[in-house]
């Protein structure tokens, strides 16, 4: 099965980060830990509330390290906007076997690496 992650990443790093969306459970459970705030929310709905008011930057997620263990899969990686290294994070999810995110869990730091960033 393709990684849900580097998908969902790749879509909300895209000029169109509602086509996101696509890869959510209906029920679709989430924590989004940033510098300062939470993002939480129970459904497909309040994640597209979520994307609404996500600031329109130049940002990518670049994954360095992907594992999978039965429904569960887990990204690491750095946030780089307009090229600049902003910081890092480490996601997970419970992927259904549709291959749908059911749940996500994502920290984002500014001020602590867990691994070297790529130069």
Do not use: C
Request: aromatic share 10%; glycine share 6%; net charge negative.
């Amino acid at each position: 099965m393709p990684s849900v992650l580097r998908a969902y990443m790749a879509r909300m790093d895209s000029d169109h980060p509602e086509t996101a969306l696509e890869l959510l459970t209906p029920d679709f459970r989430f924590l989004i830990a940033l510098p300062g705030r939470e993002a939480t929310g129970r459904s497909r709905d309040d994640f597209a509330a979520y994307i609404a008011g996500r600031n329109a930057v130049d940002r990518v997620h670049e994954i360095l390290r992907h594992s999978r263990d039965g429904d569960l899969e887990t990204v690491y990686g750095v946030v780089t906007e307009s090229g600049k290294a902003m910081g890092s994070f480490l996601s997970a999810a419970v992927v259904t076997p549709d291959g749908l995110m059911a749940r996500y869990q994502s920290y984002f730091t500014t001020t602590y690496d867990l691994i070297d960033w790529p130069e």
